[in-house]
């Protein structure tokens, strides 16, 4: 059963949500969510990414760091920012078939999004961290059901354990679908042609690490080529990141959470 968070006391998701090597998954996550047919439509209709590239990262990261480590205030705030930016989002089957029904705030998309944010951050923990005990791994996945239950997915659509999100996984990433509009999305997203100086310059680092933990088959629904030489590279990344978990203190390897929060604030 998923569990409730409350401001106050560590949680096993409170103690590593802060830490910014998670963000090498991000992208990975943004192009599974937009894998996904209704998502994907939802995003192309109602968001500019050529425009604003990274807004939707903006907000996820708010939306996470305010229910991981907010307080009541931040986590009041966030969830009445995100659903306002839900409410428009929403739209019947296209007749001629050029896009499916959707809705933000439909539970099956939520519970999708949240198991791409959830996928993601353990991808990334898998290569960077120590793997965690039976318990906390157990733990810390009842608590990113948080991530759904706040925007109103009822807590039953969360799996009820590691094993039954497996077969979620599974069956889910079969249904999986990108076609030219989701696509073009993508390589708006990736390219960030319109975002400030400081984006661009990560941009390559971001590309790399979103192809490479995508896959082989989420590469190919995208068309997305993948080499050695592009391997070799990430892996170095990894490398940089795990020695950087190592050498880092606290107070650079959390900045990102501090910055949102702060963010959140003004």
């Known amino acids: ?44 209709r109602h968001s500019n990414f050529a425009a604003n590239p990274v807004g939707r990262l903006h907000g996820t990261l708010t939306y996470i760091y305010a229910l991981s480590n907010g307080t009541d205030e931040h986590r009041a705030k966030v969830r009445e920012i995100v659903n306002t930016a839900h409410a428009p989002v929403k739209a019947s089957a296209a007749k001629d078939g050029s896009h499916p029904a959707y809705s933000a705030r439909d539970p099956r998309l939520q519970l999708w999004v949240a198991a791409t944010l959830y996928d993601s951050a353990m991808q990334i923990h898998e290569l960077v961290f120590e793997p965690l005990s039976e318990e906390e791994a157990e733990e810390l996945f009842q608590q990113y059901a948080v991530l759904g239950t706040e925007l109103g997915m009822p807590a039953g659509f969360w799996p009820a354990n590691r094993q039954e999100f497996a077969a979620y996984w599974a069956e889910t990433s079969s249904q999986l679908n990108v076609d030219e509009t989701v696509r073009e999305v993508a390589t708006q997203l990736l390219e960030a042609k319109s975002a400030p100086l400081w984006v661009r310059l990560l941009m390559p680092l971001a590309k790399l690490m979103t192809l490479g933990l995508l896959g082989p088959e989420l590469r190919e629904l995208y068309g997305f080529s993948w080499n050695h030489k592009q391997q070799r590279a990430m892996e170095r990344v990894l490398r940089c990141a795990k020695f950087g978990m190592r050498v880092l203190p606290p107070a650079i390897r ?11 604030e003004s």
């Open 1 to 44: 059963m998923a569990q409730t968070l409350t401001s106050g006391g560590e949680t096993v998701l409170s103690r590593y949500a802060p830490e910014s090597v998670y963000l090498l998954g991000a992208g990975r996550a943004i192009l599974l969510q937009l894998a996904m047919p209704q998502v994907g439509y939802g995003v192309a």
């Open 254 to 264: 959390h900045f990102p959470m501090r910055y949102y929060l702060r963010r959140l």
